[in-house]
């Protein structure tokens, strides 16, 4: 990387390197490189004082967000239909509308809107849902591509216990999943396929085997649904009686090592299956407001990290109504507070840099380097001004950042920059 | 009334006469004289065909939002400092700062932000928590006026267990509060005082009971706070043994009949303490947020609603973050789905219909008729453009209104009423 190619911003630093503690540079710089963070620097070194900077004044800088798990053709009904519990759910809104997505127009128009509000808001990167149709699902990837995100997308996979217009014959399906893969593999700059059983409930065995076996074929990571609701868990329990609902993912090569995956939800998982997930080094993606939403209750995060589980957020849209990390940040300190204040347990509530590092750098980790800016990480930043907040008076950072976790939104990004790119 | 001061506002009106149940009508006048509602109408009638009338479209117009529970001088720490229980957060945050309101120029400057915020979003009218001070308080009162708001404010009482800058003698602060009384009693349109013992623990019984006086003599309504969290409770408990907590105020006629009280939280209320204020016609103010923020825990609000208690909602700045009744309706929905979940009882969930009730109908009752289209109700009205929020395609106006409720912000509210006034 020569001189030519790096730029730096300067302002507020705030960020996390190990989790619970926050990392605060006052009127700092942030060096780029590429697409990579070279260093935080109090001066700019010698041999980079002729790089450009962007002075941000008196704002904070961040690391950009991450969405670990999504569903972008529910966001055609977020904010609707949330008085029932998942299973109902999924037959009466998801269902019914992903089915539309066979229509390329259609799924065109509702994803443009989509990939709008996420290019707007805190995410810099997040891990998606699609639906089974591979057209739209590729057009979904070009446009995330274009956009400026980085993004894992997934065709979902799904071929019982669903309506006849989404269920796939299984031979058919997963001949499209690996056509879908050839077209997608290296062709959108910062967008990669994700392989996508829906959940266990909706995959006959044949199909999560020919998914695992696509996963180890194309080095392909995986995503899926895990113990979300009572009643789901259970389903699953008379589905592949003998075996934990993590097991029967494990048994097709869906559960990680080797190849990395995320398991949205994990709200009723056992000691056995958070040790399992531990060893195979699973990602959760922590859903809290969509937990909320439908009623199925509170993960327990905190075992979760105790353990050594790797967590992340996600807003689980359309589960959850809202397209920001920002709310999935409070929203997952105030469920661990009722859960800690009705369960009486003795695991204290999450605090802002616990969860500022979910959002960032623990998320950030299904990339590797992301969500820091340590050296060698991906070049993520979001540029916030926090003067519509309130008075700044006598405030350090730590309080600024929480309560731009709280109080902020679209209005109050100013600057974002992905992989080296600024998106606006 | 002559029809020269009447005028309509003409598009898709919602709200509750009854809890539970939405009444819609698209395409609709809805006629004000003077300050109230005359009617809705799906054509205007005859007598009214010469009244201005405002054409909305397709936008919906909903009744103005009621805030039963709010404290202005703690608006500037809202979004920070929520990691503690109440009874430590009320030393280091709202102690400490409601101490530099004794300061005019500083109290003016913060609520200034107050009420511009307040009066910016969808909050019609609010019953509203000031601090000790006198002079602030009325500044306030005026301020509030001048915006256009409907208001109760207090001047907040307090002789024990607080900080000495804070700490009222017990005879000068009765007859500070009486002053205070006296200074702003039909001074201030559409804003009146209430008194405010600021929860049992901060007063002595000699307070409570001048409060109680003065309540009687001036015919003033009272508001204060009421089992929030389990230490408050026990604290309660080892000041006043023998008695409820709720018993305590009612012995000093500070609990509902004949004056009309608002109780925020009824977190831990009894059986007992529940049937005593539904007999006085007392107000819950149920402020969601706050219990989260808090640790407190959830209000049993289906209870309530079932024992005859009349419930509005709070958004109990700062112990919440935010100044919106529409997230405190969906923040009620979102703890009652936790409640049934962790705490598996056998009371359903709150819907939409219903906290639209509450924010409405049910808390805008303390004004009497406020809260709702019926005819002779205080003409309060949101006009909500949900353009932003996603197609309209399909969709009736009880699904917009729920997607406005999860995801508006003010920038939504194309143009405000209240009491026959446009704020904006």
């Known amino acids: 990387m020569t001189v030519e190619q790096m730029f730096a911003l300067k302002g507020n630093l705030v960020y996390t390197e190990v989790p619970g503690k926050l990392t605060a540079r006052r009127d700092a710089?942030?060096?780029?490189?590429?697409?990579?963070v070279t260093g935080v620097f109090d001066a700019l070194p010698p041999a980079m004082t002729d790089i450009p900077v962007t002075d941000f004044g008196d704002q904070l800088i961040i690391p950009g967000l991450v969405?670990?798990?999504?569903?972008?053709?529910?966001?055609?009904?977020?904010g609707m239909g949330m008085d029932m519990e998942l299973l109902q759910w999924l037959e009466d809104y998801p269902f019914r509308e992903e089915a539309r997505y066979e229509d390329f127009i259609y799924a065109n128009q509702a994803y443009d809107r989509f990939v709008a509000t996420l290019t707007r808001g805190g995410t810099a990167r997040a891990v998606i849902f699609a639906t089974i149709h591979s057209p739209a699902t590729l057009h979904l990837m070009e446009m995330l591509s274009e956009a400026g995100m980085q993004a894992y997308v997934g065709k979902v996979s799904m071929d019982r216990n669903c309506p006849p217009a989404l269920r796939e014959?299984?031979?058919?399906?997963?001949?499209?999943?690996?056509?879908?893969?050839?077209n997608s593999l290296g062709l959108f700059s910062g967008v990669r396929p994700i392989l996508t059983p829906r959940f266990v409930p909706s995959c006959t065995e044949k199909m999560m085997k020919g998914l695992g076996e696509l996963s180890a074929k194309y080095d392909l990571p995986v995503q899926s649904h895990l113990s979300e609701n009572r009643a789901e868990v259970q389903w699953v329990r008379e589905l592949h009686p003998g075996q934990?609902?993590?097991?029967?993912y494990d048994g097709?090569?869906?559960?990680?090592?080797?190849?990395p995956s995320i398991m949205a939800h994990c709200v009723y998982c056992t000691e056995e299956e958070l040790d399992l997930m531990a060893r195979n080094q699973v990602f959760v993606a922590h859903c809290p407001q969509s937990n909320t939403n439908l009623a199925s209750g509170i993960a327990p995060v905190r075992r979760m990290l105790k353990r050594g589980v790797r967590v992340g957020l996600g807003t689980d849209m359309?589960?959850?109504?809202?397209a920001s990390i920002f709310r999935a940040m409070s929203d997952a300190i105030q469920v661990s507070k009722l859960r800690w204040a009705?369960?009486?347990?003795?695991?204290?509530?999450?605090?802002?840099?616990?969860v500022f590092f979910l959002a960032t750098k623990g998320g950030g980790a299904f990339w590797g380097k992301a969500g820091s800016f340590e050296p060698g990480y991906a070049f993520d930043a979001l540029v916030m001004d926090d003067t519509t907040l309130g008075s700044k008076e006598n405030l350090d950072l730590e309080q600024r950042l929480e309560r731009i976790i709280y109080l902020s939104d679209d209005r109050n990004i100013s600057a974002k920059y992905v992989a080296g790119q600024r998106l606006f």
């Open 169 to 182: 014959k299984t031979g058919p399906g997963l001949a499209d999943a690996e056509n879908w893969i050839i």
């Open 252 to 259: 097709f090569g869906l559960l990680g090592k080797p190849k």
């Open 29 to 36: 710089y942030l060096v780029c490189s590429g697409s990579q």
């Open 318 to 322: 359309a589960g959850g109504f809202s």
């Open 342 to 354: 009705l369960l009486e347990e003795d695991e204290p509530f999450l605090t802002i840099p616990e």
């Open 244 to 248: 934990s609902y993590a097991e029967v």
């Open 67 to 78: 969405d670990l798990h999504t569903h972008a053709p529910q966001f055609a009904f977020r």
